[in-house]
């Protein structure tokens, strides 16, 4: 099933083309960069546009959370939590959320001569323009403060208020500078000390809003840092500290594979047999004696 709208919490203002036209195009502050679309979807379940003839705007989409792809005629993009890209207007394209992870998305098409010019500036031959930002409640907030502005209407004031606050939020998006704080050795810092989390967690669960919020980052910022040091997603991580646990205790003590479950936070020994049997290949019990065997 593709959608491509109808997603619960979802908002979006459409400009009619004769507004944007009348009051836009020939108001001289913002005539040459002027937002025409602007909206909102999350947890974008079967979320799908295609446009064989590409759009009569430039489009801006901010993946906050999920995953998606966007395709191109030249070729097909991966779309991760943080990330951004810009299509430009008249580029055929498609793109979609991820089928398991649907994104969350805030997303706005806008036009103008001088859109067109720092887009030609951007895309300097690519078709594609993506680029990982990080998160920022201020962005996020000056997003929410062009769209509520032009929820109330389009009178003069509103669209100038909007369209004159454009360029900012634009150059926020394009062209950030990355804080000091998001250093290699600080991002390392903070990884480390998630795993520090994590292994103080094994007898249950790890949260990724708990370990975001210990980091005071964004859940996708979290992600996509994990991600880009370890090379596995924060669950994946802790699952593997979990079963190196587990290969331990069953390798240096004689707890029952029940007994060793239940250390980890799994109760239901089946479940704990199906876990570990997923992530080493062997259930626990052949595990135990194949070693036991090599160590002999």
């Given at each position: 099933m593709k959608k491509h709208d109808g997603f619960q919490g979802q908002k979006a203002v459409i400009i009619p083309r004769h507004i944007y036209q009348r009051a836009c195009?020939?108001?001289?502050?913002?005539?040459?960069?002027?937002?025409t679309d602007i909206g909102y979807y999350p947890n974008a379940h079967y979320h799908f546009r295609e446009r064989a003839a590409g759009a009569e705007q430039h489009i801006l989409i901010y993946c906050k959370e999920g995953r998606g792809k966007v395709q191109l005629a030249d070729a097909a993009y991966t779309v991760e939590p943080g990330e951004?890209?810009?299509?430009?207007?008249?580029?055929?394209?498609?793109?979609?959320?991820?089928?398991?992870?649907?994104?969350t998305i805030y997303w706005l098409h806008f036009?103008?001569?001088?859109?067109?010019?720092?887009?030609?500036g951007l895309r300097q031959g690519n078709a594609l323009i993506k680029?990982?930002?990080?998160?920022?409640n201020e962005r996020e907030a000056f997003f929410n403060q062009l769209y509520d502005r032009l929820e109330r209407g389009f009178s003069t004031d509103n669209l100038l208020f909007a369209n004159l606050h454009l360029p900012g939020f634009l150059a926020d998006c394009l062209f950030e500078e990355v804080p000091a704080a998001y250093s290699e050795e600080f991002s390392a810092n903070m990884i480390n000390t998630a795993i520090d989390h994590m292994q103080k967690r094994l007898?249950?669960?790890?949260?990724?809003?708990?370990?975001a919020a210990v980091l005071n980052v964004s859940v996708s910022h979290l992600c996509y840092l994990f991600k880009q040091?370890?090379?596995?997603?924060?669950?994946?991580?802790?699952?593997?500290?979990?079963?190196?646990?587990?290969?331990?205790?069953?390798?240096?003590?004689?707890?029952?594979?029940?007994?060793?479950?239940?250390?980890?936070g799994m109760e239901d020994a089946y479940y704990f047999s199906r876990f570990f049997k997923r992530q080493i290949g062997?259930?626990?019990?052949?595990y135990?004696?194949?070693?036991?065997?090599?160590?002999g």
């Open positions: 195009r020939d108001q001289p502050a913002i005539s040459g960069l002027f937002i951004c890209f810009l299509i430009p207007r008249g580029v055929p394209h498609a793109y979609a959320a991820n089928e398991v992870q649907p994104w036009a103008g001569s001088a859109a067109d010019a720092l887009v030609e680029k990982f930002i990080h998160f920022s007898a249950g669960k790890c949260r990724l809003a708990d370990l040091k370890t090379g596995f997603s924060p669950i994946e991580y802790f699952n593997h500290l979990k079963i190196q646990q587990a290969c331990q205790y069953l390798l240096f003590t004689d707890l029952r594979v029940n007994e060793v479950g239940v250390r980890l062997m259930s626990p019990q052949a135990r004696s194949r070693r036991k065997k090599e160590a």
